[in-house]
């Protein structure tokens, strides 16, 4: 009898270190205002390019870059003019990983995301965190916490500070074309080209697009992505109330895409011409530069009120004007 008594007792005890494990520690949402919410987060969040509203930062063969966009100057963001800036003790370098960096913003500071977190600043690195998240990309950082995934299919929400982990998710694999998080949850494309969505409080999926989506962002409170059809001929560009989860296309052909004030500024393909318009698609006026430039990536920052694209060469950055005219006679090289 006692046996059976110790048996029970020990079953009982080990079902909840079972339960516990969900969460090592409760995740503790910050208050927030709507408007707070919708100006943390940046359209494409996770890229090679970030500000933290005075500098811009660029992530290029594992060597940070600033851009000073009103005086159109790069430099390596290094202050030591003896620095060959090949060892890791250079602010500059980060380390070299099989999936490289990605910056994203958080607060008031940009940080760049890989198996460690740096927090970028002026001429300055310093290392936070744990320094184990993993070498699979997708990386999404987000008050006193970062998302990323532990596996291949696993995601990892956890406290930067302590290491704990506050959520799970499994069964999702990842794809990097626009992971963000907003209001509690993490919006996500999974390799899948699923548009999905996890509550970090609760622990639950929704899949708000089945099949074709990607680069999801978030501006004004709306979610917008890029859906492609299953034969690649067509892509259009939808806008989404997370709330209702109504959808609406906004306009067809768009490749990549970014959205500052109350415009529109989008790529096409398979043309690469570069439109503005309003923010529902109306009126759009060819901005393309007349000579060649074969179009790659457009990014956009409130603070600075600026427009940044990449042309198909990573190292080749143009700014718009404020005639929303690109600056196509002098280009932003980055270089040592």
Do not use: W
Not at 28 to 36: G, L, V
């Amino acid at each position: 009898m006692k046996r059976i008594k110790l048996l029970i007792l020990f079953l009982s005890v080990a079902i909840v270190s079972i339960s516990c494990q969900k969460a090592e520690e409760e995740y503790q949402p910050t208050n927030k205002t709507e408007e707070q919410k919708r100006d943390e987060v940046n359209a494409m969040q996770v890229s090679p390019v970030a500000t933290d509203g005075n500098m811009v930062y660029v992530q290029l063969n594992s060597l940070v870059y600033r851009i000073d966009m009103k005086n159109k100057i790069a430099e390596i963001n290094c202050g030591d003019m003896l620095c060959d800036h090949q060892g890791t003790s250079c602010s500059a370098r980060l380390p070299e990983e099989e999936i490289e960096y990605r910056l994203a913003r958080n607060g008031e500071s940009v940080y760049a995301l890989g198996n460690q977190i740096f927090q970028i600043g002026q001429n300055s690195k310093k290392e936070i965190g744990q320094g184990h998240y993993g070498h699979y990309g997708n990386a999404t950082i987000f008050d006193d916490y970062i998302a990323y995934f532990k596996e291949p299919d696993v995601i990892v929400v956890e406290n930067i500070e302590n290491g704990k982990e506050v959520q799970k998710f499994e069964n999702i694999t990842g794809f990097v074309q626009g992971n963000f998080y907003y209001d509690n949850c993490l919006y996500m494309i999974t390799a899948e080209q699923q548009l999905v969505r996890l509550n970090i409080e609760t622990g639950e999926k929704e899949i708000l697009e089945k099949k074709g989506a990607t680069r999801a962002s978030l501006y004004d409170g709306f979610v917008y992505y890029v859906k492609v059809s299953e034969n690649m001929e067509s892509n259009h560009l939808v806008k989404m109330n997370p709330g209702t989860l109504k959808k609406e296309n906004i306009t067809e052909g768009v490749f990549y895409y970014n959205m500052l004030g109350d415009k529109l500024y989008y790529s096409t393909y398979p043309e690469r011409k570069l439109y503005i318009s309003e923010l529902d698609g109306k009126n759009p006026v060819d901005i393309s530069s007349p000579n060649e430039f074969d179009m790659g990536s457009i990014y956009t920052f409130s603070e600075l009120g600026a427009v940044m694209i990449t042309g198909r060469d990573v190292y080749d950055y143009r700014v718009l004007d404020e005639n929303n005219k690109v600056d196509y006679e002098n280009e932003i090289i980055l270089k040592q």
